[in-house]
């Protein structure tokens, strides 16, 4: 089975920066994409970045411009670097993954979450 292991958040001040991890696990699968999430207190989980195979990645309006997501496909390690934080980009982040194996069912996996905080 794949498992997905976030790491990176933390408390940063408005302006700072943040790298996220987010190791993938397992064997007999292939990723068809990757994207990060991120839940507020009373709010609904939203999509952050997501990356797709064979396309170019998507960003929530919102943090379009300061964040990046990449991959680092060696290390089967997905990251999310957030530059310019705001105190709105407050949450826990989750990583989240659509994931084929060999016998062609589709099925979605999610990190634990890891909490950023961003005030001063």
């Known amino acids: 089975q794949v498992q997905l292991v976030e790491s990176g958040g933390g408390l940063v001040q408005p302006g700072g920066s943040l790298r996220l991890s987010c190791v993938l696990s397992g064997s007999r699968f292939s990723i068809n994409a990757m994207g990060w999430y991120r839940q507020a207190p009373g709010k609904e989980r939203e999509l952050v970045a997501l990356t797709i195979s064979g396309g170019q990645p998507n960003y929530a309006t919102s943090v379009k411009g300061r964040f990046t997501i990449s991959r680092d496909n060696a290390k089967n390690t997905v990251y999310l670097q957030m530059n310019s934080l705001r105190p709105e980009d407050t949450a826990v982040y989750y990583c989240?993954?659509?994931?084929?194996?060999?016998?062609?069912?589709?099925?979605?996996?999610w990190g634990q979450g890891t909490q950023v905080t961003v005030y001063s």
């Open positions: 989240n993954a659509e994931v084929m194996n060999p016998s062609g069912s589709k099925f979605y996996r």
